[in-house]
């Protein structure tokens, strides 16, 4: 799924996780998307990817290793035939996003395509946009290396663009009267931040409005924890306010 394990495209064939041979090969791979096109020398890929083994001694494995991930990425029906899928040049790798699609990268091409449109597109055409972007996300960047120094950067920064996308995405949709397109951003945004008492309390009213109190109530209580857990903090009185007029009726 995206982000949350990343999905990979060459020649609009998707690379599946049977396709790797090598664990190395398949995190080579993830560092580089990590860079978002910018390049990676070999010295910190290798140091990455063998952190205790001298660098002088690599130079063959590491080598070995590209070609591996060649062959995954590259099959041989297209070698030679429109670029590599991996360019190096003095001492750097980077990732050809002309060549290799990443859902990664698209997320991002939506946002910065949103920026761009703003200032001249109709909110109809931003919300689209905004909803293919958000669509594509559908977990925060590769879980499974939590722990990896090279991912937390990269998983901060895509997990607060997305945050932002969603904030953004509901207050051009309630804006524009699309309470529906409204609604569902607010879900998302507080299903993937139960501590953010901006969409608890939209969702409170929201909810109430259509008659659905026990789910007003549920948003309340499921904030509450969440704010107790994470932050060790209580909702607002703004907060505490609205579900106390709820809870009355």
Known sequence: HCLGGFKLMRDRALVRDSQWKSTRAKTLVKVLVAQDGHTLSRDVAMEILWPDAPQDTLRQTFNSMLHRVRKVLEPET????????????????????????????QFISHLDAIDRMKSRQKSDDI????????????GDFLPEDLYSDWA????????????????????????SGDRDRALRFYEKMFSADPCNEKACCWLMTRYQSDGRRGEAIRTYERCERALSNDVDLEPEEETRKLYKSILEG
């Not at 919300?127 to 559908?138: G, M, S, T």
């Open 78 to 105: 297209l070698l030679g035939e429109t670029g590599s899928c991996l360019l190096q040049k003095d001492g750097v790798i980077v990732l050809n996003k002309d060549l290799a699609w990443t859902d990664v990268g």
């Open 127 to 138: 919300l689209e946009e905004y909803e293919k972007a958000l669509d594509l996300y559908q």
């Open 152 to 175: 937390g950067p990269v998983r901060d920064r895509l997990r607060i663009r997305y945050l932002r996308a969603l904030d953004d995405a509901a207050g051009i949709a309630q804006s």
